[in-house]
């Protein structure tokens, strides 16, 4: 069974960073391509950023420069480094799984969520 | 960037109702869609890839069609379970974006 599950959320001040972790499990990690999708408090899905197999990174215009996704492949494991953090950074992070070893940009698993508040 | 405009922005209907809902693209994309439903304080779960393609699981009543800049998402006979929101989003290419979702609520 596919497992995402995510950490590293929290309160930070505006100008801050914070590192999100997602831990993967029950399929081969290394082959997919895996994303970040954020969700502001009452709002829609916005997509954050994506790590394919090859390690090629893509970001949202609103997070380029600021946010840095990264893997580790030997543990199972996808990043996201955030930092000058702003009040419209607040969401419910999401990790998500590519439908196939073949990068699609759909997600078929995603972790549990967790919160990141930016405020003073 | 590819933007994609979903309508509307909530439905009311009763069990056992046809419920459409449509998502216009900015600009060709082929059948790069998915859609998504999601229910409050739950990661979203697909169901629709590439614009009709059913994710395993998924009840065959939702259906997907469309290509080009326009689709939709029908619910053939609304079940309870299906009051949620329903998200559509393109992945013709980074950035990938989504629809500002449907509320299906109950009438």
């Known amino acids: 069974e596919v497992q995402l599950v995510e950490s590293g959320g929290g309160l930070v001040q505006p100008g801050g960073s914070l590192r999100l972790s997602c831990a993967a499990s029950?399929?081969?990690?290394?082959?997919?391509?895996m994303s970040w999708v954020r969700q502001a408090p009452g709002k829609g899905l916005e997509w954050v950023s994506c790590i394919d197999k090859g390690a090629g990174t893509y970001y949202a215009d609103s997070v380029k420069g600021r946010f840095t996704i990264s893997r580790d492949n030997s543990k199972n494991t996808v990043f996201l480094q955030m930092s000058s953090l702003r009040a419209e950074d607040t969401a419910v992070y999401y990790c998500?799984?590519?439908?196939?070893?073949?990068?699609?940009?759909?997600?078929?698993?995603w972790g549990q969520g967790t919160l990141v508040t930016v405020s003073s | 960037d590819i933007q994609m405009t979903q309508s509307p922005s909530s439905v009311s209907a009763s069990v056992g109702d046809r419920v459409i809902i449509t998502c216009r693209a900015s600009q060709d994309i082929g059948k790069w869609v998915a859609w998504y439903q999601q229910k409050p304080g739950k990661a979203p779960n697909l169901l629709i890839y590439s614009a009709s393609s059913l994710q395993g699981g998924v009840p065959s009543r939702f259906s997907g069609s469309g290509s080009g800049t326009d689709f939709t998402l029908t619910i053939s006979s609304l079940q309870s379970e299906d009051f949620a929101t329903y998200h559509c989003?393109?992945?013709?290419?980074?950035?990938?974006?989504f629809g500002g979702g449907t509320k299906v609520e109950i009438k």
């Open positions: 029950g399929f081969t990690f290394s082959s997919y391509a």
């Open positions: 998500a799984k590519d439908l196939t070893t073949v990068s699609t940009g759909w997600f078929d698993s």
């Open positions: 989003q393109h992945a013709n290419s980074f950035p990938l974006t």
